[in-house]
């Protein structure tokens, strides 16, 4: 039994060649959202995030909810400070955009070709079955995504 949940005790070993991960692309993109609320939680509790303060479950819930673009809030975004309001904003685009899609494309634009393993976890996140053209579709993903945002913000800056 300890032998078939062994990968998830110890999921990243060194082999000469790199890092060899040994979850599946669905387990590192879980554990990626995972990471992402419980990391944007701590950062929505520390002091100055938030008027009143708030509770670690309302934390939680905030981040999760951010991270997965559902727009839910225990409490109304109103009451964060500027800085727990720039913690969730980022949230939200991280988790909009996809954390691979904006690690991918960051690697794209530095001219680096993807390793072989990424480039399994981008299509299983873009839910391709070639991995031809995901540099091109990154791209795509991002200026389309950027472009709407601004003309959201320029409409909303009228009002």
């Known amino acids: 039994m300890r032998q078939r949940y062994r990968r998830y005790l110890r999921p990243l070993t060194r082999s000469p060649r790199g890092p060899i991960i040994h979850l599946s692309p669905p387990e590192i993109l879980l554990s990626g959202f995972l990471g992402l609320g419980m990391l944007g939680a701590c ?67 530095l001219g680096q070709r993807l390793p072989m393993h990424q480039t399994s976890l981008l299509r299983e996140a873009l839910n391709r079955s070639s991995s031809r053209e995901i540099g091109r579709l990154l ?18 800056a009228l009002d």
């Open 43 to 109: 950062l929505l509790k520390l002091p100055g995030m938030h008027q009143q303060g708030l509770s670690w479950l309302s934390a939680l819930f905030t981040a999760t909810s951010a991270v997965t673009v559902t727009g839910l809030s225990v409490t109304p975004l109103s009451d964060f400070t500027l800085a727990g309001q720039t913690i969730v904003l980022i949230l939200i685009q991280l988790g909009g955009l996809g954390f691979m899609t904006i690690a991918a494309l960051s690697l794209v634009m």
């Open 139 to 156: 791209k795509i993903i991002t200026a389309f995504a950027l472009t709407l945002e601004l003309a959201g913000a320029s409409l909303l």
